[in-house]
């Protein structure tokens, strides 16, 4: 490990000596990019946190947001963080996301709540290298190990392929917790001088010893073995019983503030809590109970050994919590107290620490970077014959079914899963409120590799689209922001673009982002990472049930929201699959006037009782959308006048199989274009006449094109 000598410089001024090696590679690690987010932060105040919905927004552990309840119930709130595990799922598949899990997880329980579903959203080079597979399967198998070993729900998500993740995966996790009383609230902010500090959960080893470091710096060549070191390993079954411990805890009032050890372990867990109370520490690193010998302090200060919290806990209390972690047979040390002091940690007699927690937290330098806007492409599009185009988009990784995930997944533990995955988006039934909760996770690479900026507007009003196709409308997001290296100006200008279009979309939905999380230096020797703007959004409807995406094979097939149908635009195949998978290039497509209105209206929509299905337009075009739709008891048969309104990929839309299509275009009158496209029938047929060429697809050819994964892979 090595301080930045500018780094080192500012150190050196504030304490007004050289720092101790314990010291520097404090800094180094809370300093790096993962921690401090010294590229991002000058972008971040583009995001909307506020709301009378949001408790606690961006800069704990986890957001915190209440949930729409009668008048006179008890206030019910949620819990809602991201984190990403990038690097490490790259050098150790299994581990780095099923200790990714672990985190995000325990970034739920130090706000006080119990953790009841999770949603992955996992980016993978090019489906058909094999190096791109071995991630894949691993990156699966460690999180439906963790997820499933812990009893918590993995209910939704996305899965991309891309060639330019082929050196650097990506692996994005979000978990929502539920606190059903709001006097368990639980923050990181430590309270008073005088309280100790309590370590509770596995013993400390030398795992993981510099991750946060590593998770800032590009991958190399050899990080698969040079890196395995900053690793961690989980263990899921530890962490049970830490859920079931915190809940104990948090039940019997014993805990005042806590901290996750995630980055930077213990030392960037303590050091965090005391400033953000603008206090002090005094720490004994010897009391860390550790699971190897002769550990130094650097060590014991720095390895992010999974499956521990750090608690201020009132001096009475002390014994208590030994109790409760004893019965749930976890490791628990007293290792210092909160002061009013510097963060001060001492090792056999000496001070390793002593510095001021806010300087060590907050002093980072920002980066001021340049950036460049990338350019846009001139039209150029392939002539394909319609046949071979609907089966390759149809049948490619990208847009085919996802079912060998996340039938891996326990996704019905904790019995709240009213809609399960492979839906537009997840509902969740939250019985303390009265509330269905909508889950919806994920990014398009390919829209913002065309265009970042307009890219990532699309990303944001696909899934507010998602959550309105079952009902529910918007009530809050968070985000992870991946990217390649910021120090690059056509990188750092895309990056700048995902931002901007992310914040941009989310607050015309009037829909707060509530906290996320930064990940750049996602490069390698192949090349950066597109930008890659994974948002994890929840909206909120009354009652759990909602409208399938399979059709009833009985009603009028609309389009709603699609500009080209209307004629007010053109079909624009920027971004499309049917690009990537065709070559060519186009500019990427407009969205709607009015996407605010056009979500509320959808949701209302999805809601009538002549509604008998919907579903999300966006990924694959109409082809995907229709092909996702038919089944053996029922088919469609489709009429438009080019594959261009076949294939684009327009934020925004979604088709409705209704009995009443006057309803829905008096619904949408004024808000959003409605077109008719055909009709659903009993055939199991999907019938397509586009120009002067007419496609066949009955559902058993469907189910072909679309198990590519499962037929390739087991």
């Known amino acids: 490990m090595t301080l930045a000598d500018s780094d080192r410089d500012l150190v050196v001024a504030e304490l007004d000596r050289e720092p101790t090696p314990a010291e520097a590679a404090l800094f ?3 300093w790096s990019e993962h ?28 957001a915190v947001v209440a949930l729409p309840t009668d008048d006179d119930a008890d206030d019910v709130y949620i819990t809602m963080g991201i984190e990403s595990h990038n690097h490490p799922s790259y050098v150790d598949p299994f581990d780095g996301a099923a200790t990714g899990v672990g985190g995000i997880v325990r970034d739920t329980l130090s706000m006080g709540a119990y953790p009841i579903a999770l949603a992955d959203s996992l980016y993978f080079g090019d489906f058909d290298r094999e190096h791109s597979r071995y991630l894949f399967e691993g990156v699966v198998e460690g999180i439906s190990h963790y997820g499933n070993c812990i009893g918590v729900p993995t209910v939704a998500g996305s899965v991309a392929f891309h060639d330019d993740y082929e050196g650097n995966p990506l692996v994005n996790v979000s978990c929502i917790g539920l606190i059903d009383d709001p006097d368990r609230l639980v923050t990181a902010e430590a309270q008073e001088p005088g309280n100790k500090l309590v370590l509770v959960g596995n013993a400390t080893g030398r795992d993981g010893l510099g991750g946060a470091s590593f998770a800032s710096e590009d991958l190399s060549e050899d990080a698969e073995t040079e890196d395995r070191p900053a690793v961690q390993v989980g263990d899921p079954y530890t962490e049970k019983l830490l859920i079931e411990a915190n809940e104990a805890l948090v039940d019997e009032g014993l805990v005042e503030s806590a901290r996750d050890l995630g980055a930077a372990g213990l030392g960037g867990a303590t050091s965090e809590m005391v400033a953000k109370g603008g206090l002090g520490a005094r720490i004994d690193l010897e009391k860390v109970h550790q699971r190897e010998p002769n550990m130094n302090a650097l060590e014991i200060l720095l390895a992010e050994s999974q499956e521990r919290m750090a608690y201020e806990v009132r001096p009475e209390n002390v014994e208590r919590v030994e109790e409760i972690a004893e019965r749930y047979d976890l490791g628990c040390s007293v290792i210092g107290e909160i002061t009013e002091g510097n963060y001060v940690c001492e090792f056999e007699g000496e001070t390793v620490v002593d510095v001021d927690a ?46 060998w995930v996340y039938r891996q997944y326990d996704h019905e533990v904790q019995v709240r899963t009213a809609r399960r995955p492979g839906d537009d988006a997840a509902i969740l039934a939250v019985r303390e409120a009265g509330t269905g909760l909508a889950y919806s996770a994920g990014a398009d690479p390919n829209w913002t590799e065309a265009a970042p900026y307009e890219g990532a507007r699309a990303v944001a009003l696909e899934n507010a689209t998602n959550v309105a196709a079952k009902g529910a409308t918007p009530l809050a997001a968070v985000d992870c922001l991946n990217g390649g290296n910021p120090e690059k100006p056509d990188v750092y200008g895309g990056f700048t673009g995902i931002v901007d279009g992310l914040a941009d979309m989310c607050e015309t939905l009037s829909t707060p982002v509530v906290g996320g999380n930064v ?70 497509p407009e969205l709607p006037d009015d996407p605010a209105g056009l979500v509320e209206t959808l949701a209302e929509v999805a809601d009538f009782d002549s509604t008998l299905a919907t579903h999300d337009a966006s990924h694959g075009g109409l082809a995907v959308t229709l092909a996702e739709m038919v089944h053996d008891d029922a088919g469609a048969d489709v009429e438009l006048d080019s594959a261009a309104l076949l294939f684009h990929e327009q934020a925004g839309r979604a088709v409705v199989e209704t009995t009443d299509p006057e309803a829905v275009r008096a619904a949408f009158d004024g808000v959003a274009p409605v077109a008719e496209i055909g009709s659903a029938d009993d055939s199991g047929t999907l019938s397509l006449s586009v120009g002067d060429e007419d496609v066949e697809l009955d559902a058993a050819a469907i189910r072909d094109l679309r198990s590519v994964i499962e037929r390739e892979l087991e």
């Open 28 to 30: 180094e690690n809370l």
């Open 35 to 62: 921690c401090a987010y010294r590229s991002s932060r000058p972008l971040l105040s583009a995001f909307d946190s506020e709301g009378d919905q949001v408790v606690v927004g961006p800069g704990d552990d986890a």
């Open 358 to 403: 806010y300087f060590l937290g907050e002093g980072a330098p920002m980066n001021d970077l340049p950036a460049e806007e990338p350019s846009q492409p001139e039209r150029d599009l392939p002539d394909v014959d319609l046949a071979e185009a609907v089966e390759t988009v149809v049948g490619h990784p990208n847009t085919a079914s996802k079912r």
């Open 519 to 588: 990940s750049l230096y996602n490069d390698s020797p192949s090349g950066p990472i597109p930008p890659t703007p994974t948002l994890a959004l929840v909206g909120t409807k009354e009652g759990y049930d909602a409208p399938p995406l399979d059709l009833a094979g009985e009603g009028t097939l609309l389009v709603v929201g699609d500009l080209p149908l209307s004629g007010e635009a053109d079909a624009r195949l920027g971004g499309s699959q049917y690009l990537a998978s065709h070559g060519g290039s186009d500019a990427f």
